[in-house]
């Protein structure tokens, strides 16, 4: 066998792969309903099998019960929604689907669960609810890009920023919203079908277009509920028109694995992470590629904590460093730090009126590529 033989054998085994994973992701958004309900199900179940005196003492438990299944549908109608709108924008060939792929690649439940996760994702993104966590997280990043890459009010191009694993895009977007030519980067299909439906749905006609889809982000939570009215709360989104960027803007999303779509040297102005480098496999091989991409000059601006991905994944290689080591390798692969602020509070994709709530202490990081270097 040819090696080019061999290289076209194994790209299209890549590309099967990816149909499948591609109509898994659909499937599992498909699924949110089934699955969901399921779980309403069994606590219906359950609290009918109490003794009859128990269950009179909460004689409106059920009707409760109901209000999180009419959620449940709610959600489901956005989840098929975002299934609708990828059929035009990224099915080509490789993913058309048959029949049998919809029964064949059946969701996991950690893919379930990516999906849950995603409609808290559109709180934190795109909803006035999700505010608080953008003025913790990305506030901070937009300010220090104001700061050390002013825009140019004249004529002339404005600074580039690449903003990589940009979740549901919302950090790129208001970048590009001030003039800066912004691409987000994102490798996750639950991302990428949600985004496309953000940012692609709105018509671009109308300037008010905007609050015109509600989700119940929380209502599949069962523990450390104070009230269930807290659980049925519902979100509208988006929170801004997504269509409503300046004639002149640039922005753009691209799909796929960092390493792989970045490897210019040079390339970038700024490059903007938040909640992002702790997804490596290998931290250093991101923080070595954000070096190489940037031009002499360029800034990288970092948030978030080290809540390593892959750590004690099996089957996952991963290192775990320490923030110090961080900083270390920072330098050593000949960055200047020029900010190094720590314990700054913040949340992701945190909901208040939990019993539970989450907070991580930040790290803000600004670190500049010298110019030369000597
Ligand atoms: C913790 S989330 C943060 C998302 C967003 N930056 C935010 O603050 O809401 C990390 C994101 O990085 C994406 N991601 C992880 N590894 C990636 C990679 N190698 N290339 C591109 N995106 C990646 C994940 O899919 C996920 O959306």
């Known amino acids: 066998m040819t090696d080019s033989v061999e290289q076209n054998g194994s790209i299209m085994e890549e590309d099967i792969e990816e149909a499948i994973h591609f109509t898994r992701v659909l499937n599992s958004f498909r699924s949110y309903k089934k699955d969901a309900l399921a779980h309403v199900l069994t606590m219906e179940k359950n609290f009918l099998q109490l003794p009859e005196a128990h269950r009179k003492l909460l004689p409106n438990h059920l009707n409760i019960l109901s209000g999180i299944k009419t959620c449940v549908e709610q959600n489901s109608a956005i989840c098929m929604e975002i299934v609708k709108s990828c059929g035009n924008a990224f099915q080509n060939k490789s993913y058309e689907e048959t029949e049998n792929d919809k029964t064949t690649t059946n969701p996991r439940p950690m893919d379930l669960d990516k999906v849950r996760t995603t409609l808290k994702q559109i709180m934190r993104d795109w909803s006035e609810q999700g505010q608080v966590e953008r003025d913790q997280c990305y506030k901070p990043i937009i300010d220090e890009i104001n700061q050390r890459l002013p825009l140019n009010k004249d ?123 702790d997804t490596a496999h290998n931290i250093i091989s991101y923080i070595e590629r954000i070096f190489h991409i940037l031009v002499p000059g360029g800034v990288w601006v970092n948030l978030g904590p080290l809540l390593y991905h892959y750590a004690d994944m099996p089957h996952e290689p991963s290192v775990e460093f320490s923030y110090e080591q961080i900083i270390q390798i920072v330098k050593n692969v000949g960055f200047e730090i020029v900010k190094d602020q720590r314990n700054l509070d913040s949340t992701y994709v945190n909901n208040p009126s939990s019993m539970l709530q989450y907070s991580y202490k930040c790290c803000l990081l600004v670190a500049i590529k010298p110019l030369s270097n000597s």
């Open 155 to 277: 004529s002339g191009l404005n600074p580039t920023v690449l903003v990589p694993g940009c979740g549901l895009g919302r950090l790129a977007w208001e970048l590009a919203r001030m003039g800066y030519i912004c691409e987000g980067n994102e490798f996750s299909f639950f991302m990428l079908f949600t985004s496309n439906f953000i940012l692609n749905r709105t018509p671009h006609s109308s300037a008010d277009n905007f609050h015109q889809f509600t989700i119940h982000p929380w209502v599949t939570q069962k523990c450390n509920v104070s009230t269930w009215d807290s659980v049925l709360a519902s979100v509208r989104f988006p929170d801004v028109n997504p269509a409503l960027l300046p004639p002149s803007s640039r922005f753009s999303m691209a799909a796929g694995d960092f390493l792989d779509c970045y490897k210019k040297q040079n390339t970038w102005n700024c490059v903007a992470t938040c909640y992002f480098i």
